[in-house]
């Protein structure tokens, strides 16, 4: 096998995984940068090699068949090796190129995320940067299978998985959104006991808004009534804002939406987020100098 065909190989894996990941070919074409129909002779070529179809190519999205999931596994080890490769030669460059690849919750506010990553960029223009967005069990077993190298992360539990490293933490305040005029906009403030009778528009379940909003709740025997669940911040916020109902959300979230944001006492409800990686210090140099630039990111890191 020369040098040639073994990357064309990777490739093909890694248009794979992309596919695996991104739930179809168009979303995984985007996401590397390739038209579809390149990503789909690719995925062709592969299948050809392996003698069977890796994907059930029926509707809209598509579906792994049994060799299609025999196949994941290997695949991201040995896209994992190489990856370990590259890193061995952006170490040697000096980070003259190299990638990283980090993970975050959708409702993230302690961190600038893109004007961060502008100054990272300036600072290395030849690191390429991949981010994805995902519920946070999403992003732990992306985190631990070697996909991400560093994730923003709003566990459920006051310890990280085993195998994860925290770099960071921020607290995050949470406060009341309501639409305008609501009385408890008027009153600027409230108790959690007196939301009983209040409807709530919800994140949906497994994120880390939805996991710190359900456990405020039950400790604070809070019985909400959800009249809408959502997977889109911004449509939470639109929904809130036409009155269906109120919700609990970072308050830079409802300031910058310009809606009313209500203190709530007694508890004051937060959510700690924290920068998770697989160990005290990344292995990929990439990896290593954007955790380093995060964790300076803003006063209210904590090492």
Same mark, same amino acid.
């Given at each position: 096998m020369d040098l040639y065909n073994a990357r064309m190989e990777i490739r093909q894996l890694r248009h794979f995984m992309a596919v695996v990941t991104e739930g179809g070919f168009t979303a995984a074409a985007r996401a590397e940068l390739i038209v579809q129909s390149a990503l789909s002779t690719s995925i062709r070529n592969l299948e050809r090699e392996l003698g069977a179809d890796l994907f059930e190519r029926t509707g809209r999205r598509v579906v792994l068949t049994e060799a299609g999931r025999a196949l994941v596994p290997q695949a991201r080890a040995l896209l994992a090796g190489a990856e370990a490769a590259r890193d061995a030669v952006a170490a040697v460059t000096g980070l003259a190129t190299g990638r990283v690849s980090v993970g975050t919750i959708q409702t993230l506010t302690c961190v600038d995320l893109p004007a961060e990553l502008a100054s990272f960029h300036q600072e290395f223009p030849g690191v390429q940067v991949s981010v994805r967005d995902a519920p946070v069990g999403e992003l732990t077993d992306a985190l631990?299978?070697? *996909? %991400?190298?560093?994730?923003?992360?709003?566990?459920?539990?006051? *310890? %990280?998985?085993?195998?994860? /490293?925290? /770099?960071?933490?921020? &607290?995050?305040?949470?406060?009341? $959104?309501?639409?305008? @005029? /609501?009385?408890?906009? &008027?009153?600027?403030?409230?108790? $959690?006991? +007196?939301?009983? +009778?209040?409807?709530?528009? +919800?994140?949906?379940?497994?994120?880390?808004? *939805?996991?710190?909003? !359900? &456990?405020?709740?039950? /400790?604070? @025997?809070?019985? &909400? !009534? $959800?009249?809408?669940?959502?997977?889109? $911040? @911004? %449509?939470l916020v639109d929904l809130v804002r036409a009155g269906i109902g109120v919700a609990f959300v970072p308050r830079a979230i409802g300031e910058r939406a310009g809606l009313p944001c209500v203190r709530v006492t007694q508890p004051e409800p937060g959510r700690t987020v924290v920068l998770a990686g697989r160990g005290p210090a990344p292995r990929n140099p990439a990896a290593a100098a954007l955790a380093r630039h995060l964790t300076g990111a803003a006063p209210a890191a904590r090492p």
């Open positions: 631990r299978a070697g *996909e %991400l190298d560093l994730a923003f992360l709003a566990p459920d539990a006051r *310890e %990280l998985p085993e195998g994860l /490293h925290s /770099h960071a933490t921020w &607290r995050e305040e949470l406060v009341l $959104i309501t639409a305008p @005029g /609501h009385p408890l906009a &008027r009153a600027g403030r409230t108790l $959690i006991k +007196d939301l009983a +009778d209040e409807p709530f528009v +919800d994140f949906r379940a497994g994120t880390g808004l *939805e996991t710190a909003v !359900r &456990r405020l709740a039950a /400790h604070c @025997g809070l019985q &909400r !009534r $959800i009249t809408c669940d959502v997977t889109q $911040i @911004g %449509l």
